[in-house]
């Protein structure tokens, strides 16, 4: 008998208040969910359920909330050392740039990163990685972008995918050599991208170890023009892209990334009107990520009104790194975003479900609670999807569910 016959590989979600995250569909009171092989069948309303007699599991959830797992689209969590010390210089009044020109920011953790073997950067990643997954994260992006050099991009890649192997999570790789330019090629942005950007990401993605490409578009990192090379690149390899854009200036990525059909474009604070229409024509997600506009004392905020009048679909990351954004909660993410940005609760919850799918290109395999999708699932302690939102710190998780598997 094949697995799919096998009836012990079937499980039932009951007595739950069900958030399935399908666009436009509210809680359902009385909701079940089954799922064999990790895959769901049903989700729905009790009544409209099939009998769960022949259901080899059936775990009673007395009530609790279910939402989809939740998706963190945007973190740099495999990376050496911390900036604890940066903080410090903000705190006395320095900011993000002078640090950077200082030979701190990027490159302090690029030396710490470059000192670290696989094992090291796991060991060091894992607690981080924890903390995202006590609250329900079942797909978590993580990027390169500290090594800089062809074997420590390839090395921080190999970690990021190893570590779905220390735990039950989905992980989703970007490669990020262009984040900055490191000391070695101070002055010569062009050799850095002809001798190690493109050499690493063919030699990443011959090895597998690439789901999309990523750049820091910026004064202080690339231009778009600079990007654009490296878009040609992961074009000719046929791997997806998308971009951190419009964090501090205005500097035409996120038309860039829009022009290539980019999965995302992340941060935004600087864009204007025609760049939320550009991302809505290229049909890319917005990635808010609240928690760096909160770090640096960011104070020109996204434009939310513009991209929700274009239609854009918005996603909230932690984009969890040692710099700009040491955090490692998705729900203060969305309390955050709420807060500062002022958008809604359920564009909150579509922010870290289904958009942030979107944002991975994973939209038909996670991201809401529907048939053919893989069992991802988070239960909450809680009545109302608006509690994930409001609190700040704390964790009403229950129990996750990763590929039908209770954790
Ligand atoms: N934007 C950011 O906020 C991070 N990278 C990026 O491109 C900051 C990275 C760092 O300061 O370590
Ligand atoms: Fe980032």
């Known amino acids: 008998m094949t697995d799919f016959f096998n009836p012990t590989s079937t499980k ?11 666009a436009g569909q509210n809680v359902i009171p009385d909701g079940v969910i089954v799922a ?61 740039v002078e640090i950077a020109q200082a030979g701190g920011g990027i490159m302090s953790t690029v030396r710490a ?11 060091q990643a894992l607690p981080r990685l924890d903390a995202l997954l006590a609250e329900g994260i079942t797909t978590v992006e993580i990027k390169s972008g500290y090594g800089l050099t062809i074997e420590t991009e390839l090395d921080m890649l190999r970690a990021a995918r190893r570590l779905a192997t220390h735990r039950d999570v989905r992980i989703v790789t970007s490669f990020l050599a262009a984040h900055a330019v490191p000391e070695e090629f101070c002055g010569r942005k062009q050799d850095y991208l002809a001798d190690v950007v493109l050499p690493a990401l063919d030699q990443a993605h011959a090895e597998g170890l690439v789901d999309a490409v990523d750049g820091f578009c910026e004064g202080i990192a690339f231009t778009a023009d600079e990007m654009a090379q490296v878009f040609d690149r992961a074009a000719a390899l046929g791997l997806p892209v998308k971009l951190h854009a419009e964090q501090l200036s205005q500097s035409g990525g996120t038309k860039l990334a829009a022009s290539r059909g980019a999965l995302s474009a992340d941060h935004l604070e600087y864009i204007e009107d025609a760049d939320a229409a550009a991302l809505a024509a290229s049909g890319s997600v917005a990635v808010m990520l609240p928690g760096a506009f909160y770090a640096i004392r960011e104070t ?41 940005f ?66």
Not at 113 to 123: C, G, K, P, Y
Not at 317 to 339: E, I, V
């Open 12 to 22: 039932a979600w009951k007595d739950c208040r069900l958030l399935t995250g399908v």
């Open 36 to 96: 064999q092989n990790g895959r769901i069948t049903y989700a729905g309303s009790a009544d409209d359920a099939p009998a769960l007699d022949g259901v080899a599991e059936v775990f009673d959830l007395d009530g609790c909330l279910v939402t989809p797992g939740l998706i963190d689209c945007h973190t740099h969590t495999v990376h050496g050392g911390h900036r604890a010390r940066e903080f410090e210089m903000r705190l006395d009044g320095a900011n993000y």
């Open 113 to 123: 990163t470059r000192e670290l073997s696989v094992d090291q950067l796991i060991a």
């Open 300 to 340: 020109r905020k996204p434009d939310i009104d513009a991209l929700r009048r274009h239609g854009v679909a918005m996603a909230i990351a932690t984009d969890c790194n040692p710099g700009t954004s040491p955090l490692t909660s998705l729900l203060l993410g969305m309390n955050m975003a709420a807060t500062l």
């Open 342 to 407: 002022g958008m809604t609760v359920s564009e909150c919850l579509a922010a870290v479900t289904l958009n942030a799918a979107k944002a991975l290109g994973l939209e038909a395999e996670t991201g809401t609670i529907e048939a053919g999708k893989s069992a991802d699932l988070a239960v909450w302690n809680c009545e109302t999807p608006a509690e994930l939102v409001y609190r700040m710190g704390f964790n009403p998780l229950e129990r996750r569910i990763f590929k039908g598997k209770t954790l």
